[in-house]
């Protein structure tokens, strides 16, 4: 295993382009190399639409078209003086790395009110004060999304707060690159795809009529990616490669007795697992926006903010790979972007005016200007991103 990672290195030079295999490198090792600038850069900021049409609840009457331009009001501002309320944005994972790092990038801006959703409520409460987030921008809500009772313990939570939902970020994941066995979610789903994914799906199934209330400009969901699961990059093309098969492992539970642990239905493996729900992470954004952006006129968005080497999802990691990985990134690959860049990047795709088209998977290119890019065949493959869906909601209990 010391060998593999250290094999990271010269592998790496012989490596000429980026989509090219023939990559001998087996990992989970999350290259992360940045997209060349060529690629397709569009920075429309599709209007949103007026179409209220949502069945299950249908609000109050808006007079809201154009979403940049109309803003949410604050009734109580004194006379003459109409304000836009604070946005509210929940952060899932907002403990550490990228999600600690949005949630402090929007916190700062003192026009964002988040929540953090975390597991470990004292390590979130610690995270906050280090990073120095004002006591008044954020409040920590217990979430494990290893656990489907949690995640629906957390929405009544949220409801009864009284708060309005404006943005919801599905970021939190757990990566498990050396595991030999694996290990189960508290309703016995393999744990990368049962948190990373279907803790996700179910949040943010019972999150979207919150959305879909909110009067907020510009209301957005979104759901972290990954390049290691897109094919079509040079990361993504390191073994173990994401692959989702004919999706029977998902279909059969996930549970490693009378169906495998994998989506596919092949062994354990750990750095795969991490792939393919991230797959699955982007193949839901997509089917959401499909399926609701019509009606609800919310933004679907999914992004790989780059590659963050120092974060915790490398815990699991031998040491040698964690003392490389970083430095790897930074000299080599150049594709690493530290913690601050990468929650400013997210931040972008939470709040900024101009990443409002729904249904993107955004990256940065070199010079950090955010592009619209591409997924690969099967992170963008519609039949499949339905049979994900169809399969996750009868997993979670909503159909
Ligand atoms: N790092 C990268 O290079 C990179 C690249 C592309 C995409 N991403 C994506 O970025 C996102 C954030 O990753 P990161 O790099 O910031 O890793 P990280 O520092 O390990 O953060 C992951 C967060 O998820 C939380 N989490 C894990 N299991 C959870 C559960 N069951 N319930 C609730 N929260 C849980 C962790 O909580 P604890 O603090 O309690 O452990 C932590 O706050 C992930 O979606 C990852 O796939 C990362």
Avoid at 35 to 60: C, E, M, N, W, Y
Avoid at 225 to 235: D, K
Avoid at 316 to 321: A, C, K, Q, V, Y
Avoid at 360 to 387: G, H, I, M, P
Wanted: net charge positive.
């Amino acid at each position: 295993m010391a060998l593999q990672a250290a094999s990271l290195v010269p592998a790496a030079f012989s490596i000429p382009k980026e989509g090219r295999s023939g990559v001998s490198l087996r990992d989970s090792s999350l290259l992360g190399i940045s997209f060349p600038d060529h690629l397709k850069i569009d920075f429309s900021s599709s209007t949103l639409r007026s179409k209220r049409g949502f069945k299950q609840r249908v609000g109050a009457v808006r007079a809201q078209t154009i979403a940049t331009t109309t803003p949410a009001v604050n009734r109580a501002a004194p006379e003459g003086k109409k304000t836009l309320r604070k946005g509210s944005v929940i952060v899932t994972g907002a403990s550490s790395g990228l999600g600690l790092a949005t949630a402090k990038a929007l916190a700062e801006t003192g026009k964002w009110h988040v929540i953090m959703a975390c597991r470990d409520f004292l390590k979130a409460e610690r995270a906050a004060k280090s990073a120095g987030i004002a006591k008044e921008n954020y409040n920590i809500m217990h979430l494990d999304l290893a656990s489907l009772d949690s995640v629906r313990q957390f929405v009544d939570n949220f409801r009864r707060s009284g708060r309005p939902l404006d943005v919801l970020v599905c970021n939190a994941a757990v990566y498990y690159p050396t595991a030999k066995e694996p290990t189960f979610t508290a309703e016995g789903f393999e744990q990368s795809v049962g948190t990373n994914h279907l803790g996700h799906f179910l949040l943010s199934r019972l999150l979207l009529d919150d959305l879909n209330k909110s009067d907020y400009p510009s209301r957005r969901l979104i759901i972290v990616g990954s390049i290691t699961g897109n094919t079509n990059t040079l990361a993504g093309n390191v073994p173990p490669k994401a692959n989702l098969g004919d999706l029977r492992g998902l279909a059969g539970g996930l549970n490693g007795l009378n169906s495998s642990s994998m989506i596919d239905g092949a062994d354990f493996d750990g750095a795969k697992a991490y792939k393919d729900s991230k797959v699955c992470n982007m193949l839901t954004m997509q089917e959401f926006h499909r399926r609701y952006h019509e009606e609800t006129g919310i933004t679907f968005a999914s992004l790989y903010p780059g590659c963050i080497a120092t974060t915790g999802l490398f815990r699991e990691h031998i040491p040698l790979f964690r003392t490389l990985f970083p430095p790897f990134q930074k000299y080599i690959t150049k594709g690493y972007v530290s913690e601050d860049e990468a929650g400013e990047r997210l931040a972008q795709v939470v709040s900024d005016p101009s990443l409002t088209k729904s249904g993107v998977y955004w990256s940065w290119n070199r010079a950090s200007a955010s592009f619209e890019n591409q997924l690969s065949q099967e992170a963008s493959d519609t039949q499949k991103a339905r049979k994900v869906w169809e399969i996750s909601e009868k997993l979670v209990g909503l159909a």
